[in-house]
T-cell receptor, first 111, second 115 residues
């Protein structure tokens, strides 16, 4: 089955700087990679996703890149703001259609 | 309606109690999921229902018993739980279970405390 590894586990950046979170996956048949943001005490919410037929996707300050050969994908947040502070989870959907989550990255944006 | 609704938001129960968590969606989704999330951990899949039939059980102890009365409702019956079962229980849904194009939509969760 799929195994998704995520790093770093914690990330602290100054407001306005960029943040990058990286994930690797094991199942070469995986074809869908979402990113979820979870604020304290709230549900995980989808912020961006990418399918295996594209290499990059952007939505305003957020972008995701996918390298299928190396089996890794990354979340890039530019011009970070304090409200970006949260836990971010990457995930991969394996060949049995189960969504497997990474271990999470706690992002702190310092004002 | 683009939401998954869960009740109750909070539940405290003793180890001998029987209680249920409820989940409802009106998006016409035909796959529904239960996840368990411990503090500072990712969500862990427990069960998947596809077209009202249990399609995945991730070796969950029998003290957790899922039920899908119809395509809009998903219950999780709880009996003889242990303190280590205290967690946030998240319900989710997708249009289908057998497609790679599905976006998982989570409910707000039910925070369970077992005394």
């Amino acid at each position: 089955g799929e195994n998704v590894e995520q790093h770093p586990s914690t990330l602290s950046v100054q407001e306005g700087d960029s943040a990058v979170i990286k994930c690797t996956y094991s199942d070469s048949a995986s074809n869908y990679f979402p990113w979820y943001k979870q604020e304290l005490g709230k549900r995980p919410q989808l912020i961006i996703d990418i399918r295996s037929n594209v290499g990059e996707k952007k939505d305003q300050r957020i972008a995701v890149t996918l390298n299928k050969t190396a089996k890794h994908f990354s979340l890039h947040i530019t011009e970070t703001q304090p409200e970006d502070s949260a836990v971010y989870f990457c995930a991969g959907r394996d060949s049995s259609y189960k969504l497997i989550f990474g271990s999470g990255t706690r992002l702190l944006v310092r004002p | 309606d683009t939401e998954v609704t869960q009740t109750p938001k909070h539940l405290v129960m003793g180890m001998t109690n029987k209680k249920s968590l409820k989940c409802e969606q009106h998006m016409g989704h035909r796959a529904m999921y239960w996840y368990k999330q411990k503090a500072k951990k990712p969500p862990e899949l427990m069960f998947v229902y596809s077209y009202e039939k249990l399609s995945i059980n991730e070796s969950v102890p029998s003290r957790f018993s899922p039920e899908c009365p119809n395509s809009s409702l998903l219950n999780l019956h709880l009996h003889a739980l242990q303190p280590e079962d205290s967690a946030l229980y998240l319900c989710a849904s997708t249009p289908r279970a057998d497609s790679g194009a599905n976006v998982l939509t989570f409910g707000a969760g039910s925070r369970l405390t077992v005394l």
